[in-house]
């Protein structure tokens, strides 16, 4: 790579450019005027605007940049990339202001600098991983952002928990981590190369150890498995998200997990599909039965999530195993191994984002006023907040998938995907697990309205800030469960490339 099509390249990754600029100015900003820590939001804010603004610009574009080989680059700037690129910005946008109103981030003040920094570090190996068709970049920008959320996890450090999630998720972090790290070093031994379309136009002409080849693949898939937080690979989550600051469980619960599913998606695609058939279903190169192993990753992982979830009280925890419930519904979609699944997938995350986010935001709220997440400190809690109590169940309603929420228009998209692709069984399994995870949510529901409390408690208000962020959150769904063509339009524009 000479150095003029290195500064050619440059123009293709402004918005991943402006991140960095915005975390440098962060950094810099900190430690010049380090008595207005205040302004630091919103510097964050403005950056995370600015970097939408390039992320939209470049839709349209279909370019592999950075290039190893005279064909192949490590980052691909498309449609597919862009689309999730816009979800991680709008979970940022949401959680910087989240955190403007959270009292256990603002209780740390002066460490504001080190937060939107490390917040920071993140979106840039967000954008990195959705971009990436190199299995170097791919583990680089999968680190990047770990090494982020390990600190953010830990953040708030007056309770043991908040210390205790954060060495957890290292801990499970570095496993992961390592076991994927080995998985590549075997791919790149087999085929002498780390780039995803030269590793794929050699499997096509070349004959590879079955069981080596299979091993390597699953110790790959061990790495986007643990950013999902698909099982087994989800023990780190329930403890992280409970301990964590609650704006970092919600970013943790979208943001990391809509990064992840991209590049999940594009390794397989472009690594281990021939060719698509007239019906958008993909035809994979018989090296690894990829469609049997998302299956069963996606029935454990979905029911292990909400048969967990019965049994908590906590309700970080409780919407910690639904995060996990969640995930497994979405590896249906790529299961089906079509265009049309991933669509589904797609929709998903923009409503999943939506109703996640609402839900932590609610739980961040009763939490600053009652200081309790226990679902039992949540009795009567509907008649003393009654305007909250409305959107909660408008969050947990969609988190369930019942119409008329733009929850019950992504299940839908996925059962359509799964019924076309003739996979009737597995579509039964995951409407059963819908059916369970009703108890869990209204659970929370019947505790805030149906329980009687020995003395009534007087109304507790709601800022007029927080109020606002609710109605923002529950609108679309709300809109999106009755008008839901534009977004469907919009991952469909968005799925038309995939590198290739």
């Keep these: 790579m000479n150095i003029n099509n290195f500064i050619s390249d440059l123009a293709f990754i402004k918005p991943e450019l402006v991140i960095s600029a915005t975390l440098v100015i962060i950094v810099l900003f900190d430690l010049i005027f380090s008595s207005k820590k205040k302004l630091l939001p919103y510097i964050s804010l403005i950056g995370i605007v600015v970097a939408g ?51 256990e981030v603002n209780s740390n003040e002066e460490r504001h600098g080190e937060y939107y920094t490390l917040l920071f570090g993140m979106i840039l190996g967000m954008f990195l991983m959705s971009s990436a068709s190199d299995l170097i970049l791919i583990y680089l920008s999968i680190e990047l952002l770990s090494l982020s959320s390990y600190v953010l996890a830990g953040f708030v450090k007056n309770t043991i928990r908040n210390s205790e999630a954060s060495l957890k998720y290292v801990i499970y972090g570095g496993v992961s981590s390592g076991i994927m790290l080995f998985g590549i070093s075997l791919v790149y031994g087999l085929t002498g190369s780390t780039n995803l379309y030269e590793i794929n136009t050699l499997i096509q002409v070349q004959n590879f150890p079955y069981i080596t080849f299979l091993i390597a693949g699953l110790f790959i898939l061990v790495g986007f ?102 995930a497994g519904y979405m590896l249906l979609g790529l299961a089906v191994m079509s265009n049309a699944g991933i669509n589904a997938i797609m929709v998903y995350f923009i409503v999943y984002a939506l109703m996640n986010l609402g839900a932590f935001f609610v739980v961040m709220v009763i939490s600053n006023k009652i200081g309790s997440e226990n679902i039992d400190d949540y009795r009567g809690l509907g008649r003393r907040m009654p305007f909250l109590g409305i959107i909660f169940a408008i969050f947990l309603v969609s988190l369930v998938g019942l119409p008329p929420t733009a929850g019950f228009i992504a299940k839908v998209m996925l059962f359509i995907a799964l019924i076309d692709a003739r996979m009737v069984a597995v579509a039964v399994i995951a409407l059963l697990n819908t059916v369970v995870s009703l108890y869990y949510y209204i659970r929370v529901l019947k505790n805030m309205y149906l329980v009687d409390v020995e003395k009534e408690k007087p109304i507790i208000p709601i800022k007029l800030a927080n109020g606002i962020v609710m109605i923002l959150l529950a609108a679309p769904i709300l809109i999106f469960g009755i008008y839901f063509s534009p977004i469907i339009d919009f991952a469909k524009n968005s799925i038309t490339i995939l590198g290739f």
């Design 53 to 103: 603004y390039f992320v939209i610009n470049q839709f349209g574009t279909a370019v592999t940049t950075f290039k190893t080989s005279l064909k192949y680059g490590m980052v691909v700037v498309d449609n597919f990339s862009s689309y999730f690129k816009i979800v991680v910005l709008l979970a940022s946008f949401i959680v910087v202001i989240f955190s403007m109103l959270s009292s």
């Design 225 to 326: 498995g643990f950013k999902i937080s698909a099982a087994p690979f989800h023990f780190w989550t329930p403890d992280v998200y409970e301990g964590a600051p609650i704006p970092i469980t919600a970013y943790l619960s979208v943001a990391s997990k809509a990064a992840g599913f991209a590049v999940l998606i594009r390794f397989i695609k472009i690594t281990f599909v021939g060719s698509t058939d007239s019906s958008g279903y993909w035809i994979l190169l018989n090296i690894i039965d990829w469609k049997s192993i998302i299956v069963l990753l996606s029935i454990l992982t979905m029911t292990l999530g909400n048969f967990a979830a019965l049994w908590q009280d906590n309700l970080k925890r409780m919407l910690a195993y639904s995060s996990i419930a969640h």
